[in-house]
């Protein structure tokens, strides 16, 4: 039991313990953290505890991550790559929403529109120009 106890010392710290750890050696409070970056302190309570699974889609973990490794003044990528390794198979979510990519309106139709719009045009004009004669 002692052998693990040595053995947990030398592990390297998680991605929680090392902003934890970080933010307290600036003596910040985590309100104060979730005001000045603008993330949630659920958010940040969840990254501090290594609660993956409490976090949002994976895209905005790593974002709010990359923020507060800057503030707390750690490398981002490090910071990352401690996540990466935490939590390296991610279930896929739905995205919040879906956009097409297939384009709405095809270029055949609307250029005859324009031409027949045009064509309309000229007969109006020819034919005010009749009536005025």
């Not at 052998?3 to 910040?28: H, Y």
């Not at 919040?96 to 270029?107: D, E, H, K």
């Not at 005859?112 to 120009?129: E, G, R, S």
Request: charged share 25%; hydrophobic share 45%.
């Amino acid at each position: 039991m002692k052998e693990k106890q040595g053995c947990d010392k030398d592990a390297m710290p998680t991605l929680g313990e090392t902003f934890r750890s970080a933010r307290d050696a600036k003596r910040v409070k985590l309100a104060q953290v979730a005001e000045t970056t603008k993330i949630p302190a659920e958010r940040l309570q969840a990254l501090e505890a290594d609660r993956y699974g409490d976090l949002p889609d994976d895209v905005y973990t790593r974002g709010a991550i990359r923020n507060y490794a800057i503030y707390l003044g750690l490398q981002p990528g490090e910071m990352e790559a401690l996540y990466r390794q935490a939590r390296p198979a991610l279930v896929k979510q739905a995205p919040l929403s879906t956009v097409s990519t297939r384009r709405g309106v095809a270029v055949v139709p609307v250029a005859a529109t324009v031409f027949v719009l045009v064509v309309l045009l000229l007969i109006a004009l020819v034919a005010l120009h009749v009536i005025i004669l």
